[in-house]
């Protein structure tokens, strides 16, 4: 059992983030493809993508480990969804964290010379990683990036709708019960071995993750005090969910907001549950700010969303009807 200890300084700066990012997502995704028993809802996606990753990969897959915790890429490679962005921080990490990070990890034997290689720093050893993490992203993530994204952006917005009607107590109570339990001031969550956890008024990041699947992880830096620990949550809970993500190319078939506003324009919506402003709107599909003002236009419009001037930006904002037919999407 995984226990979280709030203090009021905790629960005020509990927040939730729109990505763990690129790279740690790249791993997790390595990770589920190792699974021998894989959950219904990607068995598609590991059809497609077994036996596509190639030597190219093996950087990073060497280092997945046989048993216990896994390389935190978060703290290596930042939160970033761009994934070059990532491998920017990634070879800019400081020697002493790379091995910090890699110590923990039980590569297997075979692997241990180049683990060591990565952990004492070797520039080309760290080149040969990055390119194993881009390898890797482009074939089991980056097809699937962008049909992803809006189903983390959905989560986001649920979990933003319920802490503006119930506060963070809601939303701290609304994470995927039985496997987690609010007992203020204890977050307790299902995990394999007893932890207790004070967060010492620093709050706590929910972050909404792709290829995990009932199965919560605290990522954290305990050499860094000032940054807030972040409770991995699972995006994807259910078959239906899953089987909308693995269409690497076209509308989704089982997608019909997709079908009826167009795919860009019915994430920009979905985007828009949560509130932003246009250059966020334009990162998070991917698309000129251009081609954001055309979709925003449109969708204003429709009346699916509202436009209004906050200081040097503007701020988008689904309403009533745009969250209707995100509910009656879902």
Not at 97 to 107: D, W
Not at 280 to 309: D, N, P, Y
């Amino acid at each position: 059992m995984l226990r979280i200890h709030f203090t009021a300084e905790d629960l005020a700066r509990t927040r939730v983030a729109s990505t763990i990012g690129a790279a740690a997502e790249t791993y997790y995704s390595l990770e589920m493809l190792c699974r021998r028993s894989l959950p219904l809802p990607f068995q598609r996606w590991r059809a497609t993508v077994a036996g596509r990753l190639g030597e190219d990969a093996e950087p990073l897959t060497s280092l997945l480990p046989g048993r216990g915790p896994g390389l935190d890429l978060l703290a290596l490679a930042g939160d970033s969804p761009d994934i070059d962005h990532a491998v920017e921080a990634l070879l800019r990490a400081p020697r002493a964290q790379l091995r910090r990070e890699l110590e923990p990890v039980a590569v297997r034997p075979a692997h241990m010379p180049w683990a060591r290689a990565v952990a004492d720093g070797d520039g080309e050893a760290r080149r040969l990683l990055a390119a194993g993490l881009v390898a890797c992203h482009r074939v089991a993530v980056a097809p699937y990036w962008a049909a992803s994204r809006p189903q983390l952006d959905i989560v986001r917005a649920q979990y933003a709708r319920t802490f503006l009607e119930g506060g963070v107590d809601a939303l701290l109570a609304s994470l995927s019960p039985p496997l987690v339990r609010w007992r203020p001031p204890v977050l307790e969550i299902r995990y394999p071995r007893p932890v207790e956890v004070q967060l010492n008024g620093s709050g706590l990041i929910l972050v909404p993750t792709l290829f995990t699947w009932r199965a919560f992880s605290l990522l954290y830096d305990p050499y860094d005090d000032a940054s807030a620990p972040r409770l991995t949550v699972p995006a994807v809970t259910d078959p239906a969910t899953g089987a909308a993500l693995w269409h690497p190319g076209g509308p989704m078939p089982d997608d019909p907001l997709g079908t009826l506003l167009g795919r860009t324009r019915a994430a920009a919506l979905r985007v828009a549950a949560d509130g932003c402003n246009t250059t966020e709107l334009a990162a998070r599909l991917g698309v000129s700010l251009a081609a954001v003002s055309q979709h925003t236009k449109a969708l204003r419009e429709a009346r699916l969303i509202t436009t209004s001037r906050r200081g040097g930006s503007v701020l988008h904002m689904a309403t009533v009807l745009g969250r209707e037919l995100l509910d009656g999407n879902r």
